[in-house]
């Protein structure tokens, strides 16, 4: 196979040229110097954020109980837990690293793939690169970073690929080949046993739906399977064990089995010349993206008319029928964090009451406040005829007010996306505020230095000492 930057020709190690050997080349042979700069400066700013998420989730209210489980499928020290530094076996600490990532929805997100591929990828990526260290086996920071960009090209290509409705939870099953492909990196395998791994991931498919229609903690968990998919998967592999070869195109193989309808082409083509990493939206809200155009559309029309939570008679949002099917489930009595993630009423009503939504807008307090659920019971969702079944955005707000008056807003580009980009100065304050109360004060500073830093650094597992209390 020869890699020309966009496409590729010929074989690789005598294997034919199928879309699962050419997904496979890209991530292992291309070289560092082939990654552009716009690659590694968005690799940078998201790892930034991947992991400072992943350290808030520390919070989330289930974390005890999975690292008491965690703890009791091994024992070893190989990798640290973002938080409080605690040691795993490299594919438990992944595992519990990718729960915490996820479990406030806070995330970053690649739009077209509908996954949280940075999720998965990195915390099997770090854990395997502290593995290393502990051998002796250092992974320099450029050849993490690079093991990153190119596991992101792998599950994102695979996710973009979809053009149905989402019918298993996509930013865990795809988002289970980032992971992978990060660590079949690192471990220098050749193509034969990446191959033999890649198909050994079907198996382990770590993502369903009902999760997220009710609003489980089971969503976080499957980001923890998918990524300990990767590193098990790994394992296997270089012990000798081997999945089936179309794993991704094959007639019971990944794409036929959760995306029956999809393109894989267009992606195939890229390769080499769109990294998916420069497509990453960062989450500027703590709740499911499908929330954001509308948060962000309240929050236009608040600036620029004045408007307060008494003033709203009505909202009406129009939406694509991803957010109807993601975020557009009704206000109840009886209601949880993780299911008010994913509520456009109750995350509308929280923006109008106070500005915006962080962390603090999902206290048990909140989940009562008599004046958030009836502001809630005001806010109607409407389809817009969209036909694209992934589709983030447009949407529309319409508020009425009290005086009769309606105003409203279209979100075209969500706050955080590649075309409206969020500001360096909010990404900190993200970085801060996903800190506080966990690591001291000054952490934030030091891990951005850090990571400004990590291409030239010899050893990516001083991270993991930089995400404990």
Known sequence: MVLDGTRRTGSMGGMTDSAETILLGHVLVTPEAAIPEAAWDAARIFLLDGLAVGVAGMAHAARASLLAAARGWGAGEEARLWGDGALLPASQAAFVNAFQA??????????AAVVHAMTPTVSAALAEAERQ???GQTVSGARFMAAVILGLDLACTIGAAARGPMRFFRPATAGMFGAYGAVARLRGFDLATASAGAGLLLGQLPGTMQAHAEGSMALPVQMGFAAMAGLRAADLAAAGAAGPAQWLTGPFGFLKLTEPKHDLAPGL????????????????FPSGRLTHPAIDGAQRLMAAHGIAAG???AVRLYLP???????????KP???GNYVRLCLPYVVARTLLSGSVGLGDFSDALLRDPATHALAARVTLLGDGTTDENAVVPQRVEITLRDGKTLDQHVEAALGSPENPLPRAAQIAKVSACFAGILPEDRADVLIRAIEALHAAPDAASLGALLRG
């Open 321 to 331: 029928p991803l957010a109807m099917r993601l975020v557009g489930r009704p206000i």
């Open 334 to 336: 009886d209601l949880t």
């Open 311 to 313: 003033d709203v008679a």
């Open 102 to 111: 996820h479990a406030l929805e806070f995330d970053a997100i690649h739009e």
């Open 269 to 284: 083509a890229a390769l080499g010349s769109n990294w998916q990493v420069t497509r990453l939206a960062h989450k500027p």
């Open 133 to 135: 260290s502990g051998l």
